[in-house]
């Protein structure tokens, strides 16, 4: 009778466990995951951080994988086609909506779309669903180095006596060309940080410089894209890259050579004065080894090209990073990504990742005033936010396609060796856009 007894309370464990070990596996499945493809290869250490961070807080497991520079487009059609796809990904702005819209889940229940301090900011389907949800604005301009600019102004053969009188094109050329010719004296190898043209690194040309004749070609249309550019300013833009290539730390015809890395690393060594770039690179300065700018030192100015009321003109300020959940992932993982999404812009943890670590400016009203980031070059956005500057708007977020992009950088390149002429970039530009808003509007 014992034996008989000991049996079936052994059986009754085994089957206990069994039926357990059950419970736990469709659990798991059923709990969902998160793949994210980062856009931004800058902060891929802090993504892959908040990933480890939010499993030990959650349990749910977070992938993240980093696209290198000017690849995005390519990485996030072979990742979204795979059997286990990106389940988060990023957009542009309406044209990439249109590229992606059949892999978009509308998001209007979602915290984070609820808790946007401007909900117009969003993408909108034609459906009136809401396709992508921006996570950060940001600004970009002419980062200085105020000691080099202080030791300049302190020349008897200085050309202007601050950076107060410093609010056109006509006086940052005369600036720059005077410290170019005193850069022995000052200390460094150039005005300017190496232009980036090797392949992928060119988006601060392509993209951010080209951004501002653009906007000011379709703010003289009163429209917001157009299938027809006439690059109207484009001899604007010629006025500031021939400035910035001939001022410069490196030889025009070696800046196909030369990555975002490089440029930032020397200007935080104190080899040029002044780079373009944007408000999330102070961490590019900060971190190299041997830095020497301090953070006092670091501020921004307006991109000046020559046009029409720029005296009054502030930073390039705008968005184009627009989260996304995959709609063709299961129930589940779509599940977990929006949660994860919520969770970055309301939990403490989450919200401190998004400030202290991605250095976001975030458009939620989740976020206090005190949870604003603190380093220079977010301070030098705020003020120049506050400052009663006429913003420039992101207009690059129509730009027909990456492709055009990529065809307007490998002609600056040209332009840089003297194999083309700026008339000749000045046309392709025209043409390649008219072919490529053609083509997307085919695709539709």
Known sequence: MRKRFLGLLYGTIIVSFALSGCGNKNETEQAGKVYFLNFKPEVQNQWKEIAEVYKKETGVEVKVQTAASGTYEEVLKSEIAKS???????????????NWKDYCMDLSDTKAYQSLTDKGMAVVGDNGGVYGIPYAIETYG????????????ALESAVRGSMDEIDSFEDLKAVAEDMQEHKEELGIKGVFASTSLASGEDWRWQTHLANIPIFYELQDKKVTDTKDLQFTYAGNMKNIFDLYINCSVTAPGLLGDKSVSDSMAEFALGQ????????????????VPGNTVTEENVKFLPIYMGLNGEENQGLCTGTENFWCINSQASEADRKASVDFMDWLVTSDTGKDFMVNKLGNSAPFTTFTEEEKPTDPLAKEMFRYMDSGKSNINWAFTVFPSQQFKNDFGAALLEYCSGNMTWDEVQAL????????????????
């Open 142 to 153: 002419i980062i200085y180095n105020n000691a080099i600019m202080d030791k300049y102004f």
């Open 84 to 98: 286990d796809a990106v389940t988060m990904f990023q957009i542009n702005g309406p044209i990439g909506y249109n």
């Open 429 to 444: 530009v025209i043409s390649r856009w008219a072919e490529e808003k053609a083509l997307t509007a085919a695709q539709e």
């Open 272 to 287: 040029a004065a002044m780079v373009q770039n944007g408000n999330w690179a102070w961490g590019q300065i900060s971190d």
